[in-house]
């Protein structure tokens, strides 16, 4: 680390290292929060390796053979419309964009987020002001060169509610409601939420600060979220239309597009970074039959599946020269309940169901084991701020009294909505309704297909939403358990939980971070609002020449070290 | 005779009119479900009144529904929700795709079935009559969605001798079309056989053929001459009725094999209720349905002496 770097280095590292050496955090968690409060990466493994006694040089990655240049990698994914990276509702749009585009940060495949288009940052005391230095020399394919208009006009448009990014939700903190004096059909205030004013500033042409309202830990995770890929500055000028005008700065270029049947994407001249070993990848889009992009695997046709699923796993392993990828995530799906939609307004209901679970059970019935088990607070084990809570014990006694107790002494009979894909969402929630079985509480499924559950998803009174993996436990409870979010699909509302998780989002300190936790995940798993079945991992298979790839828990393709042998 | 093709045209527009007033209720009778469909599940209230606004879901439902079907008529079907590009773009290549797929599927399935058929009826009862009958209920009772699982396991994943998906991604492929031909003709050859058999059984048993053979005709030309051109009658309308099967009875080996066809589309749509995607495929096979209708109706009253009009 330079003495630069030294002078402009978060306040709070100098404690981060003790912390380290004291062994309080792992050197997981240290590069982790380093990097996020702006050490870049190699500086931190540097620290961590000091303090630790270990080499300098970064995990290498267990490597077999040099990497070689050239050749095109066939993925069978769904080739899905691109039309506005915002808008983006699914993983597979923005895998295809992600070669083009780029984003302020990156998170790694071990869940640690690291500078990227912004070459540091650094962060406010009280986490309210965030400094963004953006890296020169960065040019998009078009000539033109990145700065911070690119940056302001982006969350300008995020934020703006005539867009419909859903980015709107993960940057509450820069976001003010207005009351716009209407009502809408059903007689409620129609309130609108935009970007606070003066809540972005150009402070140099590579430079930006966020002024948020309130403090915010998440940041650079938030920014490699799959709506966040950086546009440029002109897209809405020219078209908002990616798949038309595919302008980015990353280090593939769009050569052929057909919706819905294959994309292929070229290697670049003049990209501002290394560059990638693949002459091109190509998508090739199967369907949505999972069992096609197995076929086309087993005959050749191409060189890995986006995606497999547990069910799938037997199949691939009979595949020659096949090898199957597992991360370990903070997926999940949850049996979530309406607190004001009876049966649940009564807790002792909610209780009741959640004194049947075994989640051992459940994880093995519905997930094959595979996975960690999960303890109904929905915070991960591999979230950095876990807290451990005691192992809660299956209880049909305990279940049966709480029913009676709530007047539902001869059982209660409940219809949860669910959607048919993936399969073991439809496993977990048979096993869950087996499980309830012998307390009384009689579970109906109604199976809907995906897209009629996430229509109803945050409607329903009983319905079982699956949940992609987020970096940090926090970023989950705030998006789904803080009262009035939009993502708030139990419509709990817990000022003491709010504040407290407040709290937890603006402690740096892991350790301290940790305790609140405690309170909160206690707090989730006593109002009962959620049956958590399990944390899955999840999968894809690759033909065995195919190098160096490395399955990111989100499934995010980063392909610019992946390389043909 | 005119008349009578105008009034069959005439049925056939009111058919589609009052099929198109069905479609756009059920599909837009709301505008909030249409706006969540086309801006997706993680938007909110305010942004999907907005699109609502922009896109003129706050007019009358009559005005809508024909400026609908005024831009149906002239091809424009709107944008497609999952596609992102106009319907146009999606559906006639697909349509056409259907339509190679089909188109191969009569031409390995009619003359096997036909042959085979003539084959087993021309001695009713014989070893080889038994064996094509056996084979032919025994492939045809295995639905399509199996036995491609079964042609894929042995084909695709034993065997290694084919490609396990039809997505022609890189062009036309021959050695693609195999497995989505063979689970189709498998199914459906059974029956066209079995029905060519019987008609066959059936004029092999009249009187004309026995005096044809009892006066010292070759046994090839009293198949060929007078026995198949009457046998054939029967056979002829079944598969006239397999090509508005195969429109819609590809949908699972086409989803299966990723064959980019009309039946695969439907499926996509209707599963992400892509809507106007699924208006213009509804429109589309029952514009398919009503015209080879009309057409069969119209040919027969040409081809049967029969059937005459006043």
């Known amino acids: ?565 | 005779m005119l008349i009578f093709i105008t009034r069959r045209l005439g049925l056939m527009a009111l058919t589609m009119i009052t099929v198109s007033v069905l479609v756009f209720l059920l599909m837009e009778i709301s505008p909030g479900t249409v706006a969540q469909k086309v801006l997706g599940p993680y938007t909110n209230d305010e942004q999907r009144q907005l699109w609502l606004e922009q896109n003129g879901y706050f007019r009358p439902f009559y005005v809508r529904y024909l400026s609908w079907l005024g831009h149906f008529m002239t091809g424009d079907f709107g944008p497609s929700i999952r596609f992102k590009v106009p319907v146009a773009e999606v559906l006639w290549p697909r349509l056409a795709n259907t339509g190679i797929l089909a188109g191969s599927v009569l031409a390995v399935m009619v003359p096997l079935s036909l042959s085979l058929g003539v084959l087993a009826g021309m001695r009713e009862g014989s070893k080889l009559d038994r064996s094509i009958t056996v084979a032919g209920v025994v492939t045809t009772s295995v639905p399509e969605f199996a036995s491609a699982v079964f042609l894929t396991a042995t084909f695709v994943f034993w065997l290694g001798w084919l490609p396990g998906t039809s997505t022609m991604s890189e062009g036309w492929r021959l050695n693609q079309m195999v497995l989505p031909v063979a689970a189709l003709v498998l199914y459906d050859f059974g029956y066209v056989a079995r029905m060519t058999r019987a008609s066959m059984a059936e004029v092999m048993t009249t009187p004309y053929i026995r005096t044809a053979i009892l006066k010292g005709l070759p046994y090839w030309r009293v198949i060929l001459r007078h026995a198949l051109r009457n046998a054939l009658i029967a056979p002829f309308t079944v598969i006239m009725l397999q090509i508005n099967w195969l429109l819609s009875g590809v949908i699972v080996v086409e989803f299966f094999f990723a064959y980019k066809g009309f039946g695969a589309t439907l499926l996509e749509a209707s599963l992400n209720q892509d809507i106007y995607l699924i208006e213009a495929c509804a429109m589309v096979s029952v514009f398919v349905a009503v015209t080879t209708q009309t057409i069969a109706d119209v040919g027969y009253t040409f081809l049967n002496p029969r059937i005459r009009f006043q």
């Open chain 1, 1 to 565: 680390m330079s003495k630069s770097d030294r002078e402009k280095q978060h306040p709070y590292i100098p404690e981060l290292a003790e912390q380290l050496r004291k062994q309080q955090i792992d050197r997981r968690e240290f590069l982790r929060t380093a990097t996020l409060l702006g050490v870049s990466a190699p500086a931190a493994y540097a620290m961590a390796g000091k303090i630790m006694g270990q080499s300098i040089v970064p995990e290498a990655r267990a490597q077999t053979a040099t990497p070689k240049k050239g050749g095109n990698l066939r993925c069978s994914m769904r080739c899905q419309e691109m039309t506005d990276p915002a808008k983006f509702d699914w993983t597979e749009k923005s895998n295809v964009a992600r070669g083009m585009l780029e984003y302020m940060a990156i998170t790694g495949s071990d869940n640690i987020t690291r500078p990227f288009l912004a070459e540091r940052w650094e962060a406010s005391t009280d986490l309210k002001t965030w400094t963004f230095k953006l890296r020169q020399g960065v040019k998009w394919s078009n000539g033109d060169e990145f700065n911070a208009d690119d940056v302001v006009h982006n969350f300008t448009r995020w934020l703006d509610p005539k867009v419909g990014s859903s980015n709107l939700g993960l940057f509450d903190s820069m976001v003010t409601a207005t009351d716009t004096g209407k009502l809408d059909a059903k007689g409620a205030k129609m309130i609108s939420k935009s970007m606070t004013p003066g809540a972005i500033e150009k402070v140099d042409a590579h430079t930006v600060k966020l002024h948020l309202n309130r403090a915010e830990l998440a940041v650079p995770e938030n920014l490699y979220n799959y709506p966040t890929a950086i546009v440029h500055r002109k897209f809405d000028e020219m078209g908002a239309n990616l798949s038309k005008n595919p302008i980015g700065t990353g280090p593939f270029s769009l050569k052929e597009y057909t919706v819905g049947q294959k994309i292929v994407l070229a290697r670049r001249q003049g990209y501002w970074g290394d560059e990638p070993l693949l002459d091109s990848i190509t998508y090739v889009d199967h369907g949505d039959d999972p069992a096609a992009g197995l076929s086309a695997l087993a005959s050749g046709q191409v060189d890995m599946v986006h995606e497999t699923f547990v069910e799938q796993l037997d199949v691939v392993k009979k595949i020659p020269n096949v090898v199957l990828h597992e991360a370990i995530t903070a997926q999940t799906a949850v049996a979530r309940m309406q607190v004001d939609k009876k049966p649940f307004t009564d807790k002792r209901v909610r209780q009741a169901l959640l004194a049947c679970l075994d989640h051992p059970k459940l994880l093995e019935v519905a997930y094959r084991g595979r996975g960690a088990l999960a303890e109904d607070h929905h915070v991960a084990p591999i979230h950095p701020e876990y807290f451990k809570l005691p192992v809660v014990k299956q209880d049909y006694a305990l279940a049966k009294k709480l029913l009676a107790d709530a007047g539902y002494a001869n059982g209660i009979d409940v219809k949860i909505d669910l959607k048919r894909e993936p399969p073991w969402e439809l496993a977990a929630c048979q096993a869950i309704a087996e499980i309830c079985k012998p307390a009384g509480i009689r579970i109906q499924l109604n199976v809907l297909p995906s897209t009629q559950y996430w229509e109803i998803w945050d409607k329903t009174d009983f319905g079982f939403t699956g949940w992609t993996h987020r970096p940090l436990g926090v970023m989950v409870l705030n998006l789904a358990y803080r009262s009035g979010v939009p993502w708030n699909e139990t419509h709990y509302d817990n000022p003491a939980f709010n504040k407290a998780l407040d709290a937890a989002g603006s402690t740096l300190d892991a350790n301290e971070r940790r305790k609140l936790m405690e309170g909160l995940e206690k707090t989730l798993q006593n109002d009962a609002i959620i049956a958590q079945p399990l944390w899955r991992s999840i999968f894809s298979s690759t033909h065995e020449r195919v190098k160096d790839y490395k399955l990111h828990p989100t499934n995010y393709h980063q392909m610019n070290k992946v390389w043909l042998a």
